[in-house]
């Protein structure tokens, strides 16, 4: 199991920039498959992007283009890098962690979760 605490949310314009952080306790990245998910207000949680063991990334058509996953070993952290935000971007934002090869697209493929980091951009 894996403690994980986001931080970076905030409120922007349209158009701005944010970039969210997830801290592990512990080094995961080359033992666990990562991902982020958000959750719109009277949504069901939904996936943005995920990175694999290997450095592989995927991501929800809703953000290609605009948001960067990334992490950096030697802090034990995952971040997620999001430019040209919409007002359809507000959400809840949250990391997870999981320990599955294929697939990770369902958050159900997820055993550690962070808190969450709202993000919330006006128009």
């Known amino acids: 199991q894996v403690q994980l605490v986001e931080s970076g949310g905030g409120s922007v314009q349209a158009g701005g920039s944010l970039r969210l952080s997830c801290l592990a306790s512990?080094?995961?990245?080359?033992?666990?498959?990562m991902a982020w998910f958000r959750r719109a207000p009277g949504k069901e949680r939904e996936y943005v992007v995920r990175?694999?063991?290997?450095?592989?990334?995927t991501y929800a058509d809703s953000v290609k283009g605009r948001f960067t996953i990334s992490s950096d070993n030697a802090k034990n952290t995952l971040y997620l890098q999001m430019n040209n935000l919409k007002p359809g971007d507000t959400a809840m934002y949250y990391c997870?962690?999981?320990?599955?090869?294929?697939?990770?697209?369902?958050?159900?493929?997820?055993?550690?979760w962070g808190q969450g980091a709202q993000v919330t951009v006006s128009s």
């Open positions: 997870a962690a999981g320990c599955g090869w294929i697939g990770g697209y369902d958050e159900d493929e997820y055993a550690d």
């Open positions: 512990r080094y995961i990245f080359s033992t666990y498959r």
């Open positions: 990175i694999d063991r290997r450095g592989g990334t």
